[in-house]
C-alpha cells in the first residue's frame, strides 16, 4: 500500500486556455490534501499526497483536457441549430472510484457529463435526497460536475457513501445510452426571434414533462430521449 506518493504534472498542455499560475490555485482548493510544489517555467509542478488523491486529480485533468478539445471542436463547427448529440458521460475507472480519505471523514467522487447530471436532478432528483448522515455536493466545470459524497455523521459508514454513489453512477449509465440533446443557438436570431423560441420552448414545457430545457443568454438547450427531442423540435418549429 502506497502511503504517500509524489508525480510530475506537466501543466503546459493548459497555457493556451489559462493562466497556469490560476490554474494551479484552482486545483490546490479541490485537492486539499495534496501538497504541490512550485511551478516550474516549462509548466512542470510537482505533487505529493495519496494515491487515491493523486489518481482522481489526473482524472479531472484528463477530463477538462478532454472537454477543452471539445470545446474547440465546437467553436469550429457553429450553426444555427446543432443536430442531436449523444451525451459524453465521463466514467472514474474502478480505480479511481477508490475512496478518499481526509480529516472530514471518508469521500466517493462520482464524474458525470454536466448534462446528465442535470437531467438526474431533473427527473430523478430522489437520487440526491440523502439522510443527515450523508452529504452531496457537487462542483461544475464547463462540461464536467465532480459530485462529491462524503459521511456527515458519526452513525454513517462508508457503506452508505459507497450505496449512494453506486445509485448515482448506474442512473448516469442507463441515461448516457439513452439521452440526446439539442441546441437552439441565438447567435443569428433578432431579439423578437429569441424571445419566440424562448416562450415556444417554455409552453411546450408542460406537455414533454420528460424533456429537460435549459435556457443559457446565448442558446437554449433541450434534453430527452431521442423521439421525445424529436416532437418536441417540431412543435417548435410549427
Given amino acids: ?27 490546490k482548493k479541490k485537492s486539499r490534501a495534496l501538497r504541490f510544489g512550485p511551478l516550474q517555467s516549462n509548466g512542470h509542478i510537482s505533487v505529493q499526497g495519496s494515491f487515491p488523491a493523486i ?12 472537454s477543452l478539445s471539445e470545446k474547440d471542436k465546437r467553436e469550429e463547427n457553429k450553426f444555427h441549430r446543432r443536430p442531436g448529440r449523444r451525451l459524453q458521460q465521463h466514467r472514474l475507472t474502478t480505480q479511481t472510484s477508490n475512496s478518499v480519505h481526509d480529516a472530514g471523514g471518508e469521500r466517493q467522487v462520482v464524474v458525470l ?4 447530471y442535470h437531467y438526474m436532478k431533473f427527473l430523478f432528483p430522489r437520487i440526491f435526497l440523502v439522510n443527515d448522515d450523508v452529504v452531496i455536493s457537487d462542483v461544475a466545470d464547463g462540461d464536467i460536475t465532480m459530485v462529491y459524497i462524503e ?27 439513452a439521452l440526446r440533446k439539442e441546441r437552439i443557438c441565438y447567435e443569428e436570431l433578432t431579439t423578437s426571434e429569441k ?15 420528460h424533456v429537460l430545457v435549459i435556457p443559457y443568454d446565448t442558446h437554449i438547450d433541450i434534453i430527452g430521449k431521442p423521439a421525445e427531442i424529436f416532437e418536441f423540435m417540431k412543435e417548435v418549429s410549427n
Fill in 151 to 177: 459521511r456527515a455523521g458519526s452513525r454513517s459508514d462508508a457503506g452508505q457513501v459507497f450505496r449512494v454513489k453506486k445509485k448515482i453512477e448506474n442512473q448516469s449509465l442507463e441515461l448516457h445510452d
Fill in 55 to 66: 489518481q482522481l486529480l489526473r482524472d479531472f485533468l484528463l477530463l477538462k483536457a478532454k
Fill in 113 to 116: 457529463d454536466t448534462d446528465i
Fill in 195 to 209: 424571445r419566440k423560441y424562448t416562450w415556444a420552448c417554455e409552453s411546450l414545457k408542460p406537455h414533454f414533462p
Fill in 1 to 27: 500500500v502506497f502511503s504517500s506518493v509524489t508525480c510530475v504534472l506537466n501543466m503546459s498542455v493548459f497555457k493556451d486556455q489559462f493562466v497556469l499560475e490560476d490554474l494551479i490555485q484552482e486545483l
